[in-house]
T-cell receptor, first 119, second 112 residues
Framework: DAGVIQSPRHEVTEMGQEVTLRCKPISGHNSLFWYRQTMMRGLELLIY????????DSGMPEDRFSAKMPNASFSTLKIQPSEPRDSAVYFCASSLVQGAGGYSNQPQHFGDGTRLSIL | RKEVEQDPGPFNVPEGATVAFNCTYSNSASQSFFWYRQDCRKEPKLLMSVYSSGNEDGRFTAQLNRASQYISLLIRDSKLSDSATYLC?????????????FGRGTSLIVHP
């Protein structure tokens, strides 16, 4: 079975440029998560979608960051304009969250990540 | 206090040793718990879920202590291949949504 697929694997760009990261979740999963990982801050949750709807975006650093999930099989994370401090590994993860009233005991599955360097 | 805390280590142990890590969490409404393993420059991979009754998978045992708000991971008979960073994740219910929070991870180095 295909896992979570992220692209690109690596991105190097100059500050000020727009960066778009892409994610295809595991088929059948209804929740998608974007994370950023750095040495200083560890793995931080940026935004979480459930059934394509953004549920919690409190982790999005600032207005330069935006995320969309137009359908159940695709999501993007955009940074515009990019800055050197945005350099990090960005992971996408998906899971199957149980219905309302119950609680989820389903783990997240991660993509390989995008290593982003802003010069 | 951070929502999820782990000792960063590194824990440096010889092959065959038994090693244990703890992960404390501050929100008593936390509902689901997992351990992940992350190798250098790789993505986190699920190691095991953590249940109230405790669970075991080969050399790995996970425990949950709700009263003291921590989870633990025990690795017996350590192998060189166990060298990695171990991340705990705590999922809490907030406003009808399930919010995961990862710890910073504990580094384990198993040497010959």
């Amino acid at each position: 079975d295909a896992g979570v697929i992220q692209s690109p694997r690596h991105e190097v760009t100059e500050m000020g440029q727009e960066v778009t990261l892409r994610c295809k979740p595991i088929s059948g999963h209804n929740s998608l998560f974007w994370y950023r990982q750095t040495m200083m801050r560890g793995l931080e949750l940026l935004i979480y979608f459930n059934n394509n709807v953004p549920i919690d975006d409190s982790g999005m650093p600032e207005d330069r960051f935006s995320a969309k999930m137009p359908n159940a099989s695709f999501s993007t994370l955009k940074i515009q304009p990019s800055e050197p401090r945005d350099s990090a590994v960005y992971f996408c993860a998906s899971s199957l969250v149980q219905g309302a009233g119950g609680y989820s005991n389903q783990p997240q599955h991660f993509g390989d990540g995008t290593r982003l360097s802003i010069l | 206090r951070k929502e999820v805390e782990q000792d960063p280590g590194p824990f440096n142990v010889p092959e065959g040793a038994t090693v244990a890590f703890n992960c404390t969490y501050s929100n008593s409404a936390s509902q689901s718990f997992f351990w992940y393993r992350q190798d250098c420059r790789k993505e986190p991979k699920l190691l095991m879920s953590v249940y109230s009754s405790g669970n075991e998978d080969g050399r790995f045992t996970a425990q949950l202590n709700r009263a003291s708000q921590y989870i633990s991971l025990l690795i017996r008979d350590s192998k060189l291949s166990d060298s990695a960073t171990y991340l705990c994740v705590v999922i809490r219910l907030s406003g009808g949504s399930y919010i995961p929070t990862f710890g910073r991870g504990t580094s384990l180095i198993v040497h010959p």
